[in-house]
């Protein structure tokens, strides 16, 4: 069982780009699937996440506004669309999948059981 993002790349401030994430078995369908980044000398944050059905998503402060997830259920593939990308966005990309709904007891940054090999991206200014 495999998830794997790809889609990052250097981009200039402003700009845009698409990650996707793909679940190559579609062992996630059910599942809460979720965006986090870990840049150089810092801790891993959370992005976004979102519920099996897409009825509902959860954004970091920084992504409100400018980031959107998204996911194609058929296609088992997540999708992170970043907008307005600024320097401080400069990560390395995670996707990750949890098998818990949304909802209490498990905030929306928690829980997350499989994770996916980073994808690059640097937003330079």
């Known amino acids: 069982v495999q998830l794997q993002a790809f889609g990052g790349g250097l981009v200039q401030a402003g700009g845009s780009l698409r990650l996707s994430c793909a679940d190559s078995e579609g062992a996630f369908s059910s599942y809460v699937m979720g965006w986090f980044r870990e840049a150089p000398g810092k801790d891993r944050e959370f992005v976004a996440c979102i519920n099996f059905n897409r009825a509902r998503t959860h954004y970091a402060d920084f992504a409100k506004g400018r980031f959107f997830i998204s996911r194609n259920v058929a296609a088992h593939t997540l999708y992170l669309h970043m907008n307005n990308l600024k320097p401080e966005d400069t990560a390395t990309y995670y996707c990750?999948?949890?098998?818990w709904g949304l909802g209490a007891p498990l905030r929306p940054d928690e829980g997350y059981d499989y994770w996916g090999q980073g994808t690059e991206v640097t937003v330079s200014s």
């Open positions: 990750a999948a949890r098998r």
